[in-house]
């Protein structure tokens, strides 16, 4: 993860950002950065709850501004059953 040849050569000028913001993302150890997926998975009292997003504290947030946009739902809704369509059996 410390060479600009993963990224594509466009990027790579801007390496030591990508980098940096890679870096602070991803910081903090594997358990911590499971923690809300784990929630979100197994808390009983989100059963039934749709359009949550579940913070890095493994606690519920209001979503960013483009993701409460009606268009943005909709071709994400879109997107998502055309390519991971859900097959009832």
């Given at each position: ?5 993963i ?5 790579r ?42 913070g ?34």
């Open positions: 993860m410390r060479s600009p040849k990224v594509s050569p466009g990027l000028l801007l390496w030591p950002l990508v980098r940096r913001t890679f870096e602070r993302a991803t910081s903090g150890p594997a358990s911590v950065a499971a923690r809300p997926s784990i929630l979100a998975a197994t808390d009983a009292s989100l059963d039934g709850q749709t359009g949550l997003v579940i890095p504290d493994a606690r519920p947030v209001a979503p960013f501004r483009a993701g409460r946009d009606p268009r943005t739902v909709q071709a994400v809704l879109r997107l998502s059953r055309q390519l991971a369509p859900l097959t009832l059996t």
